[in-house]
């Protein structure tokens, strides 16, 4: 919920390459060396491509070895986001072809200003006391996704129990209350 994949995105609109995104949790070597083909068929025609492989340090050293010809090759520009340290769970070779960057958790102030924004397209007439806002950020930990996620089902909640403003209160008693079921 940082932006990993709108970074790769957005390296593929502003080289106009087409944009492949894949998932090492589902995808595997079939699946690399489709897209791989299709990339260069798409070269052929004068397209290039970036692919993304999210959770890449799903994918064992063996099936990693598949990208490092075309990324060597220059056949796709390699975008990959991982949750580990790249230094363990990469490929050495592909990691040293590759820039490193770490992205951090949103900071408050970001997570505040995310907070509004969705609070004013998805759920304006739900009120929001200060203090239930600033637990809300809290519960999503930087993340961005957490945070709309957890919007969403406040949503649900204070509907379900006729409640508006949200409080702190709330805001404890309906996330710990979906927290422990997955726990």
């Known amino acids: 919920g940082v932006g990993k994949t709108t970074i790769a995105s957005v390296v593929s609109q502003a080289t106009r390459r087409r944009f492949v995104e894949l998932s090492a949790v589902t995808a595997g070597v079939k699946e690399v060396r489709a897209e791989l083909e299709e990339a260069r068929r798409q070269l052929a025609r004068g397209r290039a491509t970036v692919l993304f492989v999210d959770e890449v340090h799903r994918f064992s050293k063996a099936q990693q070895d598949v990208l490092l010809p075309a990324v060597e090759n220059r056949l796709v520009s390699l975008v990959a986001a991982t949750t580990e340290n790249p230094s363990f769970e990469v490929n050495s070779a592909l990691l040293s072809r590759a820039a490193v960057y770490v992205l951090e ?20 007439d739900l009120g929001f006391e200060d203090d239930a806002r600033e637990r809300l950020i809290g ?40 927290l422990r079921r997955f726990d």
């Open 139 to 178: 519960f999503a930990d930087g993340d961005a996704r957490r945070l709309m996620n957890l919007i969403e089902q406040l949503q649900v909640a204070a509907e379900t129990a006729k409640v508006n403003p949200v409080s702190a209160a709330f805001v404890d008693q309906a996330l710990s209350r979906n």
């Open 105 to 124: 958790s949103l900071d408050t102030a970001a997570m505040t200003q995310l907070f509004e924004r969705a609070h004013a397209i998805a759920c304006a």
